[in-house]
């Protein structure tokens, strides 16, 4: 089974980090894609865990694969892995 390091490694760096960067900033909120907990005024991934199934799974809108970042669209299989290790409460260990 799936824990936060192994999706990190498969998911997260290549594919949300390629964009985001270690944080992803919007207006009036950062986001640590890093971190499973967060970091001081960024969640982490467990805290956006439902964000991140609804747009990387339900929405298929993350990562995007515009002409501008071709290639890093997300596997069926990665997508999949994400989707399984989300529904399974997105365990750290």
């Not at 890093?34 to 609804?54: D, E, H, K």
Request: glycine share 10%; with cysteine; net charge positive.
């Amino acid at each position: 089974a799936d824990t936060f390091a192994s999706i990190a490694a498969a998911v997260l760096g290549p594919h949300c980090l390629a964009c985001h960067g270690s944080f992803a900033r919007i207006p009036g909120l950062t986001l640590d894609f890093t971190s499973y907990r967060g970091t001081a005024g960024a969640p982490g991934v467990f805290a956006l865990r439902r964000r991140i199934f609804q747009r990387a799974v339900v929405a298929q809108t993350m990562p995007p694969g515009s002409a501008r970042r071709r290639g890093n669209e997300l596997p069926v299989d990665l997508r999949d892995r994400l989707a399984r290790w989300l529904l399974a409460g997105a365990p750290e260990l």
